[in-house]
């Protein structure tokens, strides 16, 4: 079992920065597949970034430039994830998710959110004046 925590989310003007954390927390194998998905009111679950054991990143194309995926491995029993957000747009105001997959390969990119088996409860994230 794993459980999934994120934080940092809140109220922003536009142009500013926010910094979301994820920790990862229970029973691991081998190689874990993180990611960051979000949900703005009334559209579906998207993809926002992940990031693989080896470190290779994937981004949407609408944050390209703008936030920052990273993670740090502890041991095998804990992992800690960030999204760094830098010149936010009202359009990215959503809830935003914390999401893994515990059966993966080193160098594997996940892109779809049925390949993770576990989610966070998510944070929300306000872009606005």
């Known amino acids: 079992q794993v459980q999934l925590v994120e934080s940092g989310g809140g109220l922003v003007q536009p142009g500013g920065s926010l910094r979301l954390s994820c920790a990862a927390s229970?029973?691991?194998?081998?190689?874990?597949?993180m990611a960051w998905y979000r949900q703005a009111p009334w559209k579906q679950r998207e993809l926002v970034a992940g990031?693989?054991?080896?470190?290779?990143?994937?981004?949407?194309d609408s944050v390209k430039g703008r936030f920052t995926i990273s993670r740090v491995n502890r041991e095998n029993v804990m992992y800690l994830m960030y999204l760094q957000m830098n010149s936010l747009k009202p359009e990215d105001t959503a809830v935003y998710y914390c999401?893994?997959?515990?059966?993966?390969?080193?160098?594997?990119?996940?892109?779809?959110?049925?390949?993770?088996?576990?989610w966070g409860q998510g944070t929300q994230v306000t872009v606005s004046e």
């Open positions: 990031i693989n054991e080896g470190g290779s990143t994937y981004y949407a």
């Open positions: 229970g029973s691991f194998f081998r190689f874990t597949a």
């Open positions: 999401a893994a997959r515990t059966i993966a390969t080193m160098a594997s990119l996940y892109i779809t959110d049925s390949q993770y088996n576990y």
